[in-house]
């Protein structure tokens, strides 16, 4: 019933009904204590997850429903990239709605969303992440947010990524990611139940860990790594912010 009941959620004639469901949240939600960067409103609390009214103190914006991996992303994007005044071609892996209809509306940004499966109206692509239907040098910019934790091949996706993005351009990666011990994969773990267990979600095949930065730069990016702790706590608490979200800013060479 709940399969039925998101897969009629997720209709893309329903982007209307979405976005109205939304904004009338946003008005719920309306006050001044915290501020989303993704759509620029100020609200008294975070929505927190599968509720209309309970809060969050980092949970979903009420108004996009970016959660704080999103909020956190947009931060870095606005502070050290040219995304938001130069002309730019940016694919989304796996595209997240709060991002999908912010980047669609900036006039500058020619924005790819590609998924498995027409899920929406932010779908622009069907493809699937380890063979994308895309041109080699044909981008600008991708984002690839807690996608490749799902991928077992996912060092054929990160070479994707590497292989479609022009030499200079530039890829946002982030995933569920432990800082005290290395990679954890095992491809006995099949159950959905024991997964779950093992890696953290039902879908998740590994949990990466302190060797994940050196497996993208396998492909040939340079990798930065931008730790959650590098955004001043006084940021964090404005934007409700976790401190688990981290991001790798993967630059092809020129
Ligand atoms: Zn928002």
Same mark, same amino acid.
């Given at each position: 019933m709940k399969a039925v009941l998101l897969r009629y959620l997720r209709h893309p004639r329903l982007g209307a009904l979405k976005e109205a469901g939304f904004f009338i949240r946003g008005l719920l939600f309306l006050g001044r204590r915290y501020q989303c960067p993704c759509c620029g409103w100020t609200v008294r609390a975070f929505a $927190? =997850? #599968?509720s209309i @009214? #309970? =809060?969050s103190e980092t949970g979903y914006c009420p108004r996009c429903n970016a959660k704080a991996r999103h909020r956190r992303i947009w931060l870095f994007l606005k502070q050290n990239t040219e995304l938001f005044s130069k002309e730019v071609r940016l694919l989304e892996v796996a595209p997240w709605w709060a991002f999908a209809r912010r980047? #669609?509306?900036? #006039?500058?940004?020619?924005?790819v969303g590609l998924d498995l499966q027409r899920t929406g109206p932010h779908v622009t692509t069907l493809g699937d992440a380890i063979a994308l239907? @895309?041109?080699a040098g044909s981008l600008d910019a991708a984002i690839c947010v807690h996608v490749l934790e799902h991928i077992e091949e996912d060092r054929q996706a990160i070479a994707e990524l590497y292989r479609v993005l022009k030499p200079g351009g530039w890829s946002i990666i982030t995933v569920p990611l432990q800082l005290d011990r290395p990679t954890h994969e095992d491809p006995d773990v099949r159950d959905p139940i024991e997964r779950a267990r093992v890696f953290g979600e039902p879908g998740h095949v590994r949990l990466y860990g302190t060797d994940f930065i050196d497996r993208i730069r396998e492909s040939g990016f340079d990798v930065t790594l931008d @730790? $959650?702790?590098c955004v001043s706590a006084d940021l964090r608490r404005r934007y409700g912010l976790r401190d688990d979200e981290n991001i790798f800013y993967c630059r092809k060479p020129l």
């Open positions: $927190a =997850e #599968r @009214l #309970r =809060e980047f #669609r509306s900036i #006039r500058n940004i020619c924005y239907p @895309l041109r @730790l $959650a702790d």
